[in-house]
């Protein structure tokens, strides 16, 4: 059974940054792609980052790209999110999710596993 952790969420002005962590335990080896989403109230989850684990190779939502970089330590099996120039529009749960098919596919019912969510809330 695959178990993802987040951690590292919390409150930041508009235009601060924040670091995600996603711990992963559970298998024997490494997931083939992680990713991150974010989910605010009243609206769908949406993809955010993703990273294939034996490449390296990273994914992003046009929204983010410039501003955040999803990396991964495979000595600790933890996939960060740097977030930076936050705005409050970005005030979400954010999630953590494994998908064990090494195409990366943005719809978040193609992961299997996911975390509990991290609260970042960004203030204007």
């Known amino acids: 059974q695959v178990q993802l952790v987040e951690s590292g969420g919390g409150l930041v002005q508009a235009g601060g940054s924040l670091r995600l962590s996603c711990a992963a335990s559970?298998?024997?080896?490494?997931?083939?792609?992680m990713g991150w989403f974010r989910q605010s109230p009243g609206k769908e989850r949406e993809f955010v980052a993703a990273?294939?684990?034996?490449?390296?190779?990273?994914y992003y939502a046009d929204s983010v790209k410039g501003r955040f970089t999803i990396s991964r330590d495979n000595a600790k099996n933890t996939v960060y999110l740097q977030m930076n120039s936050l705005t409050p529009e970005e005030t979400a749960v954010y999630y953590c999710a494994e998908r064990d098919n090494i195409a990366v596919n943005i719809t978040p019912r193609t992961w299997g596993y996911w975390g509990q969510g991290t609260q970042v809330t960004v203030s204007s």
């Open positions: 990273i294939r684990w034996s490449s390296g190779t990273t």
């Open positions: 559970g298998r024997t080896f490494h997931s083939p792609v």
